[in-house]
């Protein structure tokens, strides 16, 4: 079904490959506007489940396809960072946490699928979106000093000062560990839940099973009783008759 949440969910999957198209290019001001496409994808991140609450257009292909955009756009961000090149001393921190955010991103999405196939939705947690959040913030600020440093000229001398400063690094560093931290914490929280859910929809099925034989069983008792009305009467003996 074409939904307004539905075509932006689309569009971000659009914006993954054009993002790193600009972001490996050559040229410079494409690297600005690889920055661009990222906000913007960040944006429609936020507003396609505004959009689906607010119009109450909320369906089972967004469920699916919204939480696979999200990983996709910052997993392959993520990466893309590290094939640049440009985190410095923070290579041996960025590179496990993203191979964790990745594996972890993975059975997050493994499980939702799996629920949403059996009829159960896992659901959004907080701390997902808290994750969610984090990781797009860590990539803005480490876009954002790539973008600065390499318009040193055009910058303002205390942002150039500031982004080519180790600390910010260091700050990208934490963004990077705190990430990878709530990735995992919410596919435990994903993890812990899917047998709760579980049990609860096999609990539905059974009961539904029930229901279904009692239907069953009404209906042939139904049929029974109709049968038994609609056979005709039998004829009287020879000795009964006058």
Partial sequence: MFTIPNFLTLLRFIMVPAFLILFFSDV???HL????????????????????????????????ADPL?????SVSLFFALLMRGDLGQQVPVAVPCIVLIA???????????????????????RIGKWKTAVQLITILLALFRLNVMEVENLSPSWLSRLMGWDGILAWIGMGFLLSAALTLWTFFIYLLRYPRHREALREARRQARQQARVRRELRRTLRGVEDE???????????ERP
């Fill in 103 to 125: 594996l972890a991103e993975l059975g997050i999405l493994l499980l939702s699928v799996v629920s949403l196939y059996r009829g159960v939705d896992l659901c959004f947690t």
């Fill in 69 to 73: 955009a999200d990983k996709l756009l």
């Fill in 33 to 64: 506007l690889a920055t661009t496409v990222f906000v913007a994808a960040s944006i429609t991140d936020w507003l396609d489940g505004f959009l689906a609450r607010w119009l109450q257009q909320e369906s089972q292909f967004g469920q699916f």
């Fill in 28 to 30: 410079t001001p494409l």
């Fill in 229 to 239: 009305e609609e056979r005709p009467t039998s004829q009287p003996s020879l000795k």
